[in-house]
């Protein structure tokens, strides 16, 4: 029974040493396991800083871009509001354009006697002139004066009839 006793100490012993073994070489793999994982989360962290970084640096360039974006909608709400003022002044303009039209036209009906009298008067005025003219050229163009009295011509007629009844 002693043999027995130190038989199973012995494969006790053994059975200790290869449980002891396994644990080393499973505690070696989960301590290269561990590094690994070490030296990766030592590497997000410095990436995790640069996103950090380029998060940042990104962060204040929207902001400003959104503060040039606002100075420049400011700007553009003026210009709109010029535009809406020249807009309105021309509207204005067209009005007040109508309005002396249509009183320039009012005038104009109110006053048609009288502007076909003064067309008349003044077509009467040309022909006279035209006349004047016609015989100032007869009278340089001949050397003798003539004494002898012409007969009225026919467009003369026509313009004294036309004076006669504008009045």
């Not at 396994?22 to 800083?49: I, N, P």
């Not at 400003?64 to 709400?77: C, V």
């Not at 009467?124 to 015989?135: P, Q, T």
């Amino acid at each position: 029974m002693e043999i027995i006793l130190y038989l199973s100490a012995a494969v006790f012993a053994i059975a200790f040493f290869i449980l002891v073994v396994f644990l080393a070489k499973t505690l070696k793999s989960l301590q290269s396991t561990l590094d690994s994982v070490s030296k990766t989360l030592t590497g997000l962290e410095s990436q995790m800083q640069g996103v950090s970084l380029e998060t940042t640096q990104l962060l204040h360039k929207t902001n400003a871009l959104a503060e040039d974006l606002q100075k420049k909608s400011e700007n553009l709400n003026t210009v709109v509001d010029a535009v809406k003022d020249v807009g309105s002044s021309i509207q204005n303009f067209n009005t007040s354009v109508q309005k002396i039209s249509h009183k320039v036209q009012h005038e104009l009906e109110n006053n048609q006697d009288k502007i076909s009298q003064i067309v008349q008067w003044t077509n009467v005025a040309m022909e006279i002139r035209d006349k004047w003219k016609s015989k100032k050229k007869q009278t340089m163009s001949t050397d003798e004066p003539s004494y002898r009295q012409e007969e009225e011509p026919e467009s003369d007629k026509v313009v004294k009839k036309r004076f006669l009844r504008s009045r």
